[in-house]
């Protein structure tokens, strides 16, 4: 049943995936009232419903560890917090660097240490305990972070639908905003589809999509769009689902347990190919992708080498300039606030949620700093750079 239209809202968030239905919930949660979430397609039709779902706290830049350890954290008592169950387990993560990588990561560690994230260099028999048939030819230094997981991306964005519209949170599905309203430089609301909402606020959470909100706001947010990839095998044996996750730097891999015995993964960057707009994309995985990750998977573990494939996907992510989120307020718009993840923020959507209700209702945020995520910083020169070479988002 199509939701009532509404042409006045407190706050219009764009985009009902899991940054748009987050902030909806946490602004919803803490007395907003009049929240509406305009989406052009369907709930979860973007990228969180292509994603890969782990939660982890892996970036080789301090603030990008914190952001991460603060979803993390929020993660943990989701459930008891929204009512719905997210999957969230908190299986762990190893990652594996060449030589190349190993500096790098001494400093992740270090820094997630000093945060109080449950992470260490391990040794190679700890890695070989847990994975007995692992192959670590080419690694030179192994990191477990225990704390970290992974969840199911629809249940965690259903949980978040449910406990927003039990909150009084209208979402218009089949509904795409094609301008917004200012006055003398601030929001008044959008225009859509469907007619126009009045508002005081406007949230872009638009994933891939939010460069174009941006330059509906003439703000220019150049993105890079990426189409990734991901398949599911089925080993032999199973595979527990509490197993780590693990990631190879040397062979571009990840995989993670997927329930039902199931693995799931990706990484190979040659999959990840440009594509010139959001809307086109090969939605299937390529079988040359699915013969690589097989590959690639069996080089690195024995009991992968008979595994069955289950199925691929891709999906379409929008890189920003330097690869890390934007969050935010916006020049010379506003009442705009931007909510782009730059196509790594599954993990980061409890968190970003919850700071866009800070910014909008209090002015600030009181979880942590974002002042490095300022799309200021591009202007600023002040930029991310990842230490890791074959992953520029890390
Ligand atoms: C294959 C793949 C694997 C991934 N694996 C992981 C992972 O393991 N861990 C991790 O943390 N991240 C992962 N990611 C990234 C993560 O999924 C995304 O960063 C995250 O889901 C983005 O959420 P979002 O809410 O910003 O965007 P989206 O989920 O894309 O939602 C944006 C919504 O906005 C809507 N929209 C756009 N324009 C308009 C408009 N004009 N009007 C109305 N609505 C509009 C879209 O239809 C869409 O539903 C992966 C991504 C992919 C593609």
Redesign the pocket.
Known sequence: MPTEWQDQAEVVV???????MSTAYNLAARGCPNVVV????SI????????????RQQYTNAPMIELAMRSRQIFETLQHEIGGDPGFVQNGYIFLATEREARGLEYVVATQQRLGIKSDLVPFSVVREIFPDINLEGIALAAFERDSG?AE?QSTLMAYVDKARELGVKIHQD????NLLTSNGRMTGVE?TRGKIRCEHVVA??????S??CAMARISLPFRFIR???AVVRPVDGYSKFLPTLHCEKRVLYVRPETGGLVLG?GTPKAEEQWDHPDRFRETADPEFVVEFAQALSATMNRFANADFVRG?????GMTPDNHPVIGALPGASRLWL???????????PVMGRLMAELILLGRTETMDIQPFSYSRFAEGETFKSKYTNFPWF
Do not use: C, M
Request: proline fraction near 3%.
């Open positions: 764009i985009g009902a995936g899991i940054h748009g305009v989406e052009k397609g979860g039709s973007g990228a969180t419903g292509r994603s890969g779902g782990i939660v992974y991306p509904t795409r905003v094609v859509t959470a638009a994933g891939p999509w939010n174009q909100i990734l990839q991901e990706g996907w891709a999906g379409i992510g909510a782009a993840d730059s196509s790594h923020g599954f993990k980061l959507g």
